[in-house]
């Protein structure tokens, strides 16, 4: 239970510090989870496909949970798009569990991409 309260407090600390750089809170986890893929595509802020924002979070996805040994980065597509490869049996959680889990992934990432300390 504690945990779980530690978590929600360095996830809200993580939102606030987005809203500053870019000016709006992302609104949940699919929203930070799209701003890591726009970063990790690096092809800027552009008008994205609805199936291409859906690409945007599986690589976001694909990248954080590439520092927990369960994705690394196969190859570039032609377009610049990176394509991962799955390296590690993902744990089965149920929903509640899952986004945790992926909450921690994400505030690993900025943690270690940019130094960001987050506590």
């Not at 530690?6 to 600390?13: M, V």
């Not at 924002?53 to 690589?59: A, C, G, N, P, V």
Request: proline share 3%; glycine share 6%; charged share 30%.
């Amino acid at each position: 239970m504690k945990r779980d309260l530690e978590l929600e407090k360095r996830w809200s600390k993580l939102l606030d510090g987005l809203k500053e750089t870019i000016g709006k809170k992302p609104a949940d986890l699919n929203g930070v989870l799209f701003l890591i893929g726009v970063q990790e595509l690096g092809q800027g802020t552009k008008v994205f496909s609805k199936e291409q924002k859906q690409d945007l979070i599986h690589i976001a996805i694909c990248k954080v949970l590439s520092f927990a040994g369960f994705y690394e980065i196969d190859f570039m597509d032609q377009d610049g798009w990176p394509h991962w490869k799955l390296i590690k049996e993902l744990p089965s959680f149920d929903i509640l569990e899952q986004e945790k889990f992926l909450k921690i992934q994400v505030l690993e990432y900025f943690e270690k991409e940019y130094q960001i300390e987050i506590n």
